[in-house]
């Protein structure tokens, strides 16, 4: 049954063709939001070159912003110290914290000293004024529920007036260790932290917290995510659309040959065919023309068991219009010698119907016997051999001899049903002896060329007409001897056997037997098989 669809997205083969296409960049796409080994790469470069930065401020605070007469030990100045930290932390694009060796905070480079207050220094993000970027960013922050932080990183609040206490790093720099830690913002944003000695002769005099913003990190990954997003929305569309040429190139002539071996199917007559797709070199177009001769087939096959239903009818048809005007005369018939007759015309219509309905019986067997039982290797010489043998030693051959013409070291193999190969042997024979005059010979040969089997069967006989050729291996067709009795053939033996030498991949064929002067000494029946 076709159902009605539409062309292409109607078709479950589009859909599948769609989806294996789809499936590998899709899965891509989706390790992308997992870029972690390069997302800690990242965070890596950043300490370390956090780490540095806070180096060099902690080195030039020990230089430039200790007090150091000489007499007493060296001491941190904390003016100069805070001129220090609002000098170098803009360059270096950090957040500078200062320490002393009691933890509390001498200087942040966010904090503005003013005549009346601090003030406190924040710079924004840059805006986004692309809207597809904006979108994509809002895609990519609902899918990533944070655009970098852990949920197992510590949250970072802003303290006033913080102390050394609350950062965990600065503790261990004021023992004299250089530390680094991550935090995550109230929004979700990374923080990244350094803290380092300030030294003067090895000995600490405060601790340098150095901070800067994940942004630039998450950035990155949003641009190179981004980027790659781009490729995969432009490979996407490529794949969809070249997935869509190819199904509209299989699904759409599959369909088309399927609704018309439908209409084939429904339809009456031979109006509906198989389109024509031979133009296209592919698989499609084999199916094409594999389904539109199966049509013919079907059709010749058709017309051949309606022509044979006919022949049948015209065949049996005979002997019964016999018999039944020899029972009808034989009722009114009184003289026992002209009864007897009758009665024996009366037999020989039974005889001949019976005949008739078994050839009939066999050759209507025939095609469904072929196309069922497995074929087989089959030796033509043995096969030869043995059938010559019993037309010999039965004395079925009268007064014809057969003689047998093969080579003995070639096996001479076909591949196929040895029965019905046999009675094609059978049925020549038997035809030649038929037509052979007392003392004649009948010769049976077998021969190997290139890669076909050749059997012929030749005799003395008075030939074919030239023009009954083909006709001989017509249904119901008998060109016999006169001096044979009227009934004795059906006239299927030749058509039972081209029958099935075709069913095996070869031919039969008739010919003359002639001598040097042109003369017809006979006829020759040529089997020719494909060697297995």
Known sequence: MIRNRPFLFGSPLTWRILAVNMLAPVILVGGLFYLDRYRNELVEAELLSLRNRAEMIAAALGEGAVIDNGITLPDLSP???????????PPARTRTRLFDITGDE???SRTLLSPFQPVQVEELPPLDLNWSTILFRRVYDFLLATRLGSDDLPLYREIKRARATDFPEVMRALVGDHNWALRKTQ????????????????????AVQVTASGDDIAQRLFQV????FQAFALSLAITIALSLYLAGTIARPIRVLAAAADRVRRGHGRRHVIPDLGGRNDEIGELAGALKDMTEVLWRRM???????????????????SLRSAVETATRVSDPVQRDRLFAIIQDDV???DRLISDISDASRLDAELSRDEGATVSMRQALSAIASIYHDSGASRSVSITLAVDPEDELNVSGLESRLGQIVRNLIANALSFSPPGGTVVLSGRRMDRRIVVAVEDNGPGIPPNKLEAIFERFYSERPQEEKFGTHSGLGLSISKQIAEAHGGTLTAANRVDEQGNVIGARFTLNLPAA
């Open 106 to 108: 001498l200087a942040d």
């Open 225 to 228: 995510r981004l980027t790659i």
């Open 351 to 353: 005889t001949r119907l």
């Open 187 to 206: 929004d979700r944003r990374l923080l990244l932290s350094a803290a380092v000695p300030v030294q003067r002769y090895k000995r600490i005099l405060a």
């Open 79 to 89: 003016q100069m110290a805070r001129q220090m930290i609002r000098r170098l932390a």
């Open 303 to 321: 017309d051949a068991i309606e022509a044979f239903a006919a022949d049948v009818a015209h065949e049996i048809k005979n002997p019964l219009t």
